[in-house]
């Protein structure tokens, strides 16, 4: 019975707040025109904006990006000193390593830079959505290898991701300002507060098993890699980083970086305006990715406290998805509905 009232309490909050939407916008603010392509972007003019100090960020931040999605690639890709394992809570599947995800991780880091290079040549808009998309599909990737118990393996997972690519980039072309900017806004939101509840929700509940089970009796992985330099004149990078972490306190890199990517997101979305938060958004993506990048070394190569680093994924059941879902879209939907309701002040 529980479930039941849990779901209907939630899709009610979500009509609500459907239903809390205006019929028509008051006003709808002009779009900017694209510095170089000439074609109307999905923000108004900003207030006191000045492209020097914008190239500039926009420059830091692809940067940046560029070289956490190098090193993400190294680390991502040569043989792990440490392998990490996830665990589906309350199941007995066999236990999955991080690779797969970590690559992932990677990906998601090298097409936002690839969506930010392309920011800066077409602007937010139609143009630029068929990458911005790619960077969101890759957030529903991460989902849905979590949801799998770290594995992609099924043909179905694919449809999915096809159809999302499908769905996001028709609706975008389709529908005219402002409601192509608003649906590429919610979808967005949607991927990055879902991103944010599933890495707390993993977590908790991997702090939670390990509190449960003592170190001696986590079975000795013996298929862990442990890889040690036969050259002592090799230098590598590796050596400026540390070699051990307190598991499975590295997850919170993960939850860090969501979350600073959301307030970035957020910020820009509720003062459209404004020039500070297109400038927040823009620092946001200094901090996120080389955060990701960092959580794939540390993974790959820190030992954990206890003789398996072992990750607890939450359980599928129907209910429980359905529940999370709805809460991710009132998070997402209520945003936007703020922002609407900020910007009509």
């Given at each position: 019975m529980k479930p039941i009232i849990y779901v209907v309490s939630l899709l009610s909050i979500l009509v609500l707040l459907l239903i809390s939407f205006p019929k028509?916008?008051?006003?709808?603010?002009?779009?900017?025109?694209?510095?170089?392509?000439?074609?109307r972007a999905w923000h108004p003019e900003l207030i006191d904006y000045n492209d020097e100090i914008a190239d500039s960020l926009v420059l830091l931040a692809i940067l940046l990006t560029l070289g956490s999605s190098y090193f993400?690639?190294?680390?991502?890709?040569?043989?792990?000193?440490?392998?990490?394992?996830f665990y589906r809570d309350g199941s007995h599947e066999i236990a999955t390593p991080t690779a797969g995800f970590n690559l992932l991780l990677f990906f998601y880091i090298s097409l936002t830079g690839m969506a930010e290079i392309f920011y800066w040549l077409f602007d937010v808009g139609k143009l630029w959505s068929v990458t911005g998309t790619l960077h969101n599909v890759l957030e529903i990737a991460i989902l849905l290898s979590l949801h799998k118990g770290g594995k992609l393996k099924s043909n179905l997972t694919f449809v999915w991701l096809g159809g999302f690519i499908l769905l996001v980039t028709i609706l975008s072309m389709k529908l005219?300002?402002?409601?192509?900017?608003i649906w590429f806004k919610i979808q967005g939101l949607c991927a990055d507060y879902a991103v944010i509840v599933q890495f707390i929700r993993i977590y908790f509940l991997t702090r939670k098993n390990l509190r449960e089970v003592n170190d001696e009796q986590l079975p000795l992985n013996t298929d862990e890699l442990v890889i040690h330099s036969t050259s002592k004149n090799k230098i590598s990078f590796d050596e400026f980083f540390p070699d051990?972490?307190?598991?499975?306190?590295?997850?919170?890199?993960?939850?860090?970086?969501?979350i600073v990517h959301l307030i970035g997101n957020i910020a820009n979305s509720i003062w459209v305006r404004s020039t500070l938060a297109f400038q927040i958004f823009q620092l946001s993506y200094v901090i996120t990715w080389p955060?990701?990048?960092?959580?794939?070394?540390?993974?790959?190569?820190c030992n954990g406290t206890f003789q398996q680093k072992r990750i607890y994924l939450p359980d599928t059941k129907r209910w429980k998805v359905t529940c999370v879902t709805i809460f991710i879209f009132i998070l997402s939907i209520g945003s936007v509905r703020f922002a609407l309701f900020v910007q009509s002040l």
């Open positions: 028509e916008l008051e006003e709808v603010p002009e779009q900017a025109i694209a510095r170089w392509t000439g074609y993400g690639l190294r680390w991502s890709t040569e043989p792990p000193k440490h392998v990490s394992y005219s300002w402002p409601y192509d900017g051990s972490v307190s598991h499975p306190d590295q997850l919170i890199l993960l939850i860090l970086a969501s955060l990701y990048a960092y959580y794939i070394y540390v993974d790959t190569h």
